[in-house]
């Protein structure tokens, strides 16, 4: 038997312990004795050596009252009785309660394209890589993947752009199908999210029709945006980006799927700590009128030609851009 995640296990009164050191997560046992809270806190030792180990051989606690105890502990969901892993990742996972090991492997089924060049694309390309992802690949404009090792499946696009997202990218990865998270690169902050997927409301005209409330010059804006030289990025930027991104891509492939939905964070200097953003479906895309469609009649109107972009500027709703 052995505690998940490594965990310790630390005294708080007579009688009392707790099993972890992460405030607030630490499930309390009360109502022990001397011998049963020495046996519990060797328990934690275990993690840190056999000299541990040994001593929990000696203890007093009789057999029947020792899996009592450790009835508790995996019902508090800490005690496991495989053999502990040794990566960091997977006794971190594993402290918040989630089967680390199958988190892995569905990690390593996964493959995530990113289109985009430059610094940010390059550190969360590296990141991406160590997180232990089946493949991180680059895709172009056709959108076209090269081969993949068997068992993994494209699983997200990201999109590294900047100053907007490029229409290329949006195309590529409309034609993917896969869900897209956004990421923009702009003089002084980087933006990413929200996460768009084919089958949600919001997608990339949405965006840009409240980027256009925001501003009506924002449609002349962004045709010059696509030929401006990329703005140069602070290192450190850069570095605070690319995590972002990367833990906005594992999320996405399951760790916390619902958090990037309809949210942005945007870092920079003047927003070490990010700034959010909530997005709602824009009412003039016509994403939400084919949704609606696909539920009124089961068929996908996305296929039809009836998908046009708007054709003229929308009006009247200036407070369309999304507040933090
Ligand atoms: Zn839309």
Redesign the pocket.
């Known amino acids: 038997m052995r505690l998940r995640g490594g965990a310790s296990v630390l005294r708080r009164a007579d009688g009392e312990v707790q099993v972890g050191a992460e405030p607030g997560r630490a499930p309390v046992l009360s109502g022990l004795s001397e011998e049963e809270s020495a046996l519990l806190v060797q328990l934690g030792e275990q993690a840190h050596g056999p000299r541990g180990l040994r001593r929990a051989r000696r203890s007093r606690v009789g057999p029947a009252r020792t899996r009592e105890l450790y009835a508790e502990l995996s019902r508090h969901g800490v005690l496991a009785d495989d053999v502990a892993p040794t990566e960091p990742d997977l006794l971190h996972w594993e402290a918040h309660g989630v089967d680390a090991r199958e988190r892995a492997q569905r990690l390593s089924r996964c493959a995530v394209l990113v289109r985009g060049q430059g610094p940010v694309a390059s550190r969360l390309t590296a990141l991406l890589a160590a997180a232990g992802l089946g493949a991180v690949r680059s895709f172009g404009q056709a959108g076209d993947v090269g081969g993949l090792p068997a068992g993994v499946e494209p699983a997200l696009a990201v999109s590294v752009d900047d100053y907007t997202i490029h229409p290329l990218s949006a195309r590529a990865v409309a034609q993917s199908g896969l869900g897209h998270l956004p990421v923009v690169v702009r003089p002084l902050s980087v933006r990413v999210g929200p996460v768009l997927e084919a089958d949600r409301l919001?997608?990339a005209?949405?965006l840009a029709l409240h980027e256009t409330d925001a501003d009506p010059a924002w449609p002349l804006l962004a045709l010059q945006y696509l030929l401006l030289p990329a703005a140069p990025v602070e290192g450190l930027l850069v570095e605070q980006a690319a995590v972002l991104a990367a833990r906005a891509v594992l999320d996405c492939l399951g760790d916390a799927p619902w958090r990037w939905r309809q949210t942005s964070v945007e870092l920079g200097v003047d927003e070490p700590l990010g700034l959010v953003r909530r997005w709602e479906?824009?009412p003039q895309?016509l994403?939400g009128q084919v949704l609606a469609g696909e539920e009124d009649d089961g068929t996908d109107v996305r296929t039809s030609g009836r998908l046009r972009p708007p054709s003229r500027p929308p009006r009247g709703r200036p407070h369309g851009r999304p507040r933090a």
Do not use: N, S
Request: glycine share 0%; net charge neutral.
């Open positions: 919001l997608c005209t949405c479906p824009h895309c994403c």
